[in-house]
């Protein structure tokens, strides 16, 4: 394999796993914006999401059900713990809130130890076929789901907050929480918007990446810190920063594992996360020191 | 129309205002004039649901309405422009006048635009830069959008806190006889200021607020005259 296509290997894979570090840091910069809250149990809004995929497919379920049902399922549970656990901690200051995602994300991990077990499960791609050849370099067909379902639901989003009513007043929530106030936009109301909206992406992108890695009670730990790298990469406030944040620490993992040693995958996020939090606290595409959009 | 009785705000330990009882008519312009830190914004916020009472009434008709949370508020037609505009400065003038509209939109979606229409038609500086982001807007044309945006509430009672601060006089001129034209159509607006003589100029009546206390009250014409009010209030600004 020429070097060529060795980078252009490691940069599609690095775009794949990009693709679902954007959702879960796009997941984190939404509750953020409307909340200020740093959610920690983002990453286990993935988990939920792949397990309960796999459950359903399990007993039977064909994909596209499987996959609308798991969305739901995760958005109600999240919609309960938003106003059971959040809600009732509102006049908590931001650290307390943000510990208490640290704590909710920890029970969620636990009941998924007890219900699923510690043994990873195994997800059937979405289709068959493949593998494909670009330049050199090879591409599952899931990879392309990825791919395909990350660009989707980033236009979404993006569709949603520039185009529709209620992302305009979710926009308003974080532009200027107390004039949406008067307005009579009702951040409480709000705040569950975001908190379903964002465990949506969080579960879709749990899916469509469970046929690539396995699915394990935990995997939310690692997705969650990572997500959170690339939302503080793109300057914990930014839409379209926490995008880029997303691709860039897929592909900058990809080629440091490739052409270093996988055994750095790891590390080298959170040394990203260091270099970002010491040079440039506002994010790299982020203004430095001002905190909203 | 609109009726405080005997309202008492406290922030944290401090009483910050102290037994205000006061009362706007229909189609009224009532000014509050006070010096910095007199509790304005405390009152008008207290109305508007920001700040909740510590004991005391407000009616509008007869309605009882505070303790309410201001999201709510807004829907029984009391709405607060803010001191300092707070637009929405990410946001597009025709988003920020949309949404003034929230709490009506799905139910009036039909007479939003003819309403946008309308305040475009009031404020004429603010026509033709519909797709322009607020933030990008001087100070007076930012708060003719946050006047604006308040009018999209449709409110039965707009509360109005310091409009002038911080624009040129040529400016604040502009926004008060927009004010005036706004109660020829039948608005009603409780207005704070600081600005007393402008204020007092295009306001039918008048309260004076003094460290939490109503010290005057009387009609705008006849305080605009008060040698005490003059002393205290006007003072040098009266001959600028
Ligand atoms: N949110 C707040 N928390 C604590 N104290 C406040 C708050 N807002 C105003 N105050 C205090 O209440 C007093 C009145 O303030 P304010 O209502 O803003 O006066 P004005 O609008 O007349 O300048 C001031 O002493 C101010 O420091
Ligand atoms: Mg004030």
Redesign the pocket.
């Known amino acids: 394999m020429s070097l060529a296509s060795e980078l252009l290997q490691y940069v599609l894979s690095g775009l794949t796993m990009g693709g679902i570090y954007a959702l879960v840091a796009l997941g984190f910069v939404i509750i953020h914006n409307v909340t200020g809250i740093i959610n920690f149990a983002q990453g286990e809004f993935v988990m939920l999401g792949a397990m309960f995929m796999v459950t359903l497919i399990g007993v039977g379920a064909p994909t596209p059900l499987a996959i609308i049902l798991s969305v739901i399922l995760v958005m109600i549970v999240v919609g309960i713990i938003e106003f059971g656990a959040i809600r009732s901690a509102k006049k908590a200051s931001p650290v307390t809130l943000v510990i208490i995602t640290i704590g909710l994300s920890t029970a969620i991990r636990g009941i998924a130890l007890l219900v699923w077990g510690t043994n990873p499960y195994k997800l059937a791609p979405f289709t068959k076929g493949g593998p494909y050849h670009i330049g050199g370099a090879t591409i599952v067909p899931q990879s392309l789901w990825v791919i395909g379902t990350t660009a989707v639901l980033l236009a979404l989003t993006l569709f949603m907050f520039e185009y529709t009513y209620w992302g305009k007043a979710l926009r308003a929530c974080m532009v200027n929480k107390f004039a949406a106030r008067l307005m009579g936009i009702s951040p409480s109301r709000m705040s569950l918007f975001a908190f379903v909206f964002s465990a949506a992406l969080g579960a879709l992108a749990g899916m469509v990446i469970a046929p690539i890695t396995y699915v394990t009670y935990d995997m939310g730990l690692m997705l969650g810190l990572k997500g959170f790298v690339a939302a503080v990469l793109g300057g914990l406030s930014s839409t379209p920063g926490a995008v880029i944040g997303g691709l860039a620490l897929g592909v900058i993992e990809s080629l440091g594992a490739g052409l270093l040693s996988s055994g750095y995958k790891d590390g080298i996020s959170f040394i990203i996360l260091l270099l970002v939090l010491f040079l440039k606290p506002g994010g790299i595409f982020g203004t430095s020191g001002t905190k909203r959009v | 129309m609109l009726k405080v009785v005997q309202l008492d705000t406290y922030?944290?330990r401090?009483r910050?205002l102290k037994n205000i009882s006061l009362h706007v008519e229909k189609g009224e312009i009532v000014t509050i004039v006070?010096?910095?830190?007199?509790?304005?914004?405390?009152?008008l916020?207290t109305i508007a649901g920001v700040?909740k009472p510590k004991s005391g009434r407000i009616f509008l008709g007869t309605k009882q309405t505070s303790c309410l949370p201001a999201e709510k508020v807004v829907k029984d037609g009391i709405i607060l422009v803010p001191?300092r505009r707070e637009v929405f400065d990410s946001l597009s003038v025709l988003d920020n006048l949309r949404l003034g509209a929230f709490h009506r939109y799905y139910t009036d979606k039909k007479t939003i635009e003819g309403d946008i229409e309308k305040i475009l038609a009031l404020f004429p500086p603010l026509a033709g830069r519909e797709k322009q982001l607020a933030g990008t807007l001087s100070g007076g044309e930012q708060q003719m959008l946050a006047i604006g945006r308040g009018l999209m509430a449709n409110p039965k009672v707009l509360l109005l806190?310091?409009p002038s601060l911080g624009l040129a006089p040529l400016v604040v001129k502009e926004i008060f006889e927009i004010l005036l034209s706004l109660r020829k159509q039948g608005t009603t607006i409780l207005m704070?200021e600081?600005n007393a003589k402008a204020a007092l100029k295009v306001a039918d009546r008048a309260y004076i607020?003094e460290r939490?206390v109503i010290s005057h009250a009387g009609m705008a014409r006849e305080l605009l005259q008060d040698s005490r009010v003059q002393s205290a209030y006007l003072g040098a600004r009266l001959h600028a």
Not at chain 2, 34 to 43: D, F, M
């Open positions: 922030h944290g401090i910050v006070g010096a910095n830190g007199a509790g304005k914004s405390t009152l916020g700040y001191e806190d310091e704070v600081q607020l939490g």
